[in-house]
C-alpha cells in the first residue's frame, strides 16, 4: 500500500527525486480548474491505497517552475519516476481500467492480486482452510469487487459451500455487464448440483441429471453432447433447459473456447 503527497518547488527532491531510489512515484502534474484532473483524482486516491508506489500532485499554477522544468503543456500530466529519473507518463484523464493497465506494465501489484495469488497457492497445495480464510478477508477488504465475488463465489461451489456462493452471486447486478453473464452461469451450477442430488425418474431426466454431473465434473465435451442430444430430443423438457445449460456452459468456457465454437455452430444448426 502506497500513499499520496502534496509536493512543491521545495521538498520536489526529497520526496520525489530522492524516494523514488525506494518506491516508484506517479507525478499528477494537474490544476484545479482542470475538469479531467478532478475526475482522474479519486481513481488516483482509490489505487495508491491498493498499489505500492507513491502519488505526487503538484498544483501547476501553484508550482509553475516545476511545470517549466517539465514541459507540461497540458493537464493531467502524469510522470514516471524511478531511481532518479522523470519519465513520460501519460497525458488525459485515463479511466480505471487504463490506469490499472499502466501500474500492470510498471511490475506493480495491488493487495488484492496479491491476495489472490496467495489464494491460489493454497489451492494448489490443497490447504483449502486457507483459501477460504483469504478469500474471507479479502471479500472484507473489497466488498464492492465483482470480480473478487466472482472468483470467491466459484471457490465456495467446488467447496460445496453453496449458500456462501448465492449470496456472493446475489451481490452483482444486471447493470453490471461485464460480470452479470458469468454471476448467472455460477448460480446455473448450482441449479445443476441440485439436479444430480435430485435426478427425476423419466429417461429425460437420467439424461438431464447426467450432463449435469459432467458439467460439475468439467467434463465439457461430453456435457456438451449430452445437452446437444436433449435439444434434438425435446425442446420443450423443463422449458428448454438442455439449450440454457448450453449457453451457461459456453458462458463458463468463454467465446474463444475451441468446445464453445464447436458447439455453438452445432446448436445453431440443431435449432434453424
Known amino acids: 500500500m502506497g500513499y499520496s503527497i502534496e509536493v512543491n518547488s521545495d521538498n520536489f527532491e526529497v520526496e520525489v527525486l530522492q524516494k523514488s531510489n525506494e518506491q516508484i512515484i506517479l507525478v499528477d502534474f494537474f490544476a484545479t480548474w482542470c475538469g479531467p484532473c478532478q475526475l482522474m483524482k479519486p481513481l488516483l486516491e482509490k489505487l495508491v491505497k491498493e498499489y505500492d508506489f507513491i502519488l505526487a500532485k503538484v498544483d501547476i499554477d501553484k508550482n509553475p517552475d516545476l511545470a517549466n522544468t517539465y514541459n507540461i503543456e497540458g493537464v493531467p500530466d502524469v510522470r514516471i519516476v524511478h531511481q532518479g529519473e522523470v519519465k513520460s507518463g501519460f497525458v488525459g484523464a485515463l479511466n480505471e481500467v487504463q490506469l490499472r493497465q499502466v501500474l500492470a506494465q510498471l511490475n506493480l501489484k495491488s493487495e488484492l492480486e496479491k491476495g489472490l495469488a496467495n489464494i491460489e497457492m493454497a489451492i494448489a497445495n490443497q490447504d483449502l482452510d486457507s483459501a477460504q480464510h483469504l478469500f474471507q ?4 477488504i473489497y466488498p464492492d469487487r465483482a470480480d473478487l465475488s466472482l472468483q470467491a463465489a466459484q471457490f465456495f461451489q467446488d467447496v460445496h459451500q453453496n449458500d456462501k456462493a448465492s449470496k456472493l452471486l446475489a451481490t452483482i447486478s444486471e447493470d453490471q455487464r461485464e460480470y452479470y453473464p458469468k454471476a448467472q452461469a455460477l448460480k446455473q451450477l448450482i441449479e445443476f448440483q441440485t439436479v444430480v442430488q435430485q435426478p427425476g425418474t423419466s429417461e429425460l431426466d437420467r ?58 455452430k452445432q446448436l445453431m444448426l440443431q435449432l434453424y
Open 137 to 140: 478477508q479479502l471479500l472484507e
Open 207 to 264: 439424461r438431464y441429471a447426467q450432463a449435469c454431473r459432467l458439467t460439475l465434473e468439467k467434463d465439457y465435451e461430453p456435457a456438451l453432447a449430452v445437452f446437444l442430444e436433449l435439444v434434438s430430443t425435446s425442446r420443450s423438457y423443463k422449458n428448454d433447459a438442455a439449450r440454457k445449460a448450453m449457453l451457461t456452459l459456453f458462458e463458463l468456457l468463454g467465446e474463444d473456447h475451441s468446445l464453445t465454437q464447436k458447439y455453438r
